[in-house]
Structures are given as C-alpha cells and as structure tokens.
C-alpha cells in the first residue's frame, strides 16, 4: 500500500519567489493536513483539508494558502517568500476521526 | 505556558535501560499521538490513544485523561530508538488539527 507523497522532496527558492509543494495522501483517505516544522518553533498546524473545503487554519501569515482536488490531493502555495519560511512541511492525512494518521516525508524547503 | 508541555527536553540512557517520556496537555482533546522523527524528518505516528493504554513491542503509551497526561515508556532500549519523540494532541473539535509538544530528544548510548 502507497505511504502518503509529497513533492518535490527538496527545493531551493529565492526571497520573493513563490512556491507549491504536493501531497498526495493515502487512498480512501480524505482528509490532509499541512504542518511547518522549523527548530525555533517546531511543529505548527498550518491547515486542513476535508473534502476539497479548509475546516482549519493555523495562524500563519495569508502568503500561505492551500486548496484540495477531488482526488483528495492537496497543493500548499507560500507566495512572497521570506527567509523565516525555511522548513520542513510536512503533511498528513488521515479518514476523518479515524486511528489511522498517515504522515509523509515532507518537503524542505530552503529559502536564500 | 503552551497547551502541551513534554518532560525531558533532552534525555540520553545506556542501552537496555527503561525509558519514560511524559507529556502533559491543557485543553480538551479528542485523541493523544505519539510521533517519533529520526535525523532526516521523517515523522512515524507510534500510538494514537484516547483511552487507557497501547502497547505496540518494546514501546508502551498510556493515557490518563482526567489528569491530562501521557507517558511513552519504551522497555529495553537500544541504540535504534535514539530519535525525537513528540507528543500531539487532537482538539475535540471535529477537526483533524494536531497540537505538539517540543518533543524529547533520546539517545541510547551503546
């Protein structure tokens, strides 16, 4: 059974630049979310997805923004990026309610 | 004062030796996860309790909810569990937003 995948794995960007990252979660699974991890602040929900609609959203600056498709693959876009927006992000998904969180590799993206 | 606090930051023990981690929360939750992160991120979700207790081999989780508090225990550790142990809670809001502790960093000495 596929584990969830995120691409690209590694990225590198520009001050200003933008960005999307992708998570294709486990099959059946309809719910993903977005997490930010960086050592200063550790882990940080960023939002969920459930069924192409955000239910949460973290406290995070509306540069970041996602949206889910049908499939239940979810895109996260940070537009204007800042040096502090360095990090691991992580997603996972999980059947709503379920005992089955699913965590994926993650995308670390460094921001020069 | 965060709303889920883990005890030790940091915590390094010779090889076979009984490990405990605890983790304590201060708002209404759903469910508990323990996560374990080895150098590279990969993030593993060990247990996910709401009640009682979980054993899964070496490792062990426990919940108490009145009291708010967890503890990982893990039995006759070796030098493979050396990793981040993060503890994160589900809000009993419906949602799947999970909250996380600062994690306890385990080392196993061989």
């Known amino acids: 059974k596929a584990g969830v995948t995120q691409t690209p794995r590694y990225l590198i960007k520009t001050r200003g630049q933008q960005v999307t990252l992708s998570c294709s979660p486990i099959?059946?699974?309809?719910?993903v979310s977005w997490y930010q991890q960086t050592p200063g602040q550790g882990l940080q929900f960023l939002f969920e997805?459930?069924?192409?609609?955000?239910?949460n959203k973290g406290n995070f600056p509306g540069r970041f923004s996602g949206r889910q498709f049908s499939n239940s693959r979810s895109e996260m876009n940070v537009s204007t990026l800042e040096l502090g927006d360095s990090a691991l992000y992580l997603c996972?998904?999980?059947?709503?309610?379920?005992?089955?969180?699913?965590f994926g590799p993650g995308t670390r993206l460094t921001v020069t | 004062k965060n709303e889920v606090e883990q005890s030790p930051q940091n915590l390094t023990a010779q090889e076979g030796e009984f490990i405990t981690i605890n983790c304590s929360y201060s708002v209404g939750i759903s469910a508990l996860h323990w996560l374990q992160q080895h150098p590279g991120g990969g993030i593993v979700s060990l247990f996910m309790l709401s009640s009682g207790k979980k054993k899964h081999g070496r490792l062990i989780a426990t919940i108490n909810i009145q009291e708010k508090h967890s503890s990982l225990h893990i039995t006759a550790s070796h030098p493979r569990d050396s990793a981040v142990y993060i503890c994160?809670?589900?809000?009993?809001?419906?949602?799947?937003?999970?909250?996380f502790g600062t994690g306890t960093r385990l080392t196993i000495i061989p």
């Open positions: 997805y459930f069924s192409e609609t955000q239910r």
């Open positions: 994160a809670v589900k809000s009993n809001f419906g949602n799947e937003k999970l909250t």
């Open positions: 099959s059946g699974h309809r719910s």
């Open positions: 996972a998904s999980s059947s709503a309610g379920r005992d089955n969180t699913i």
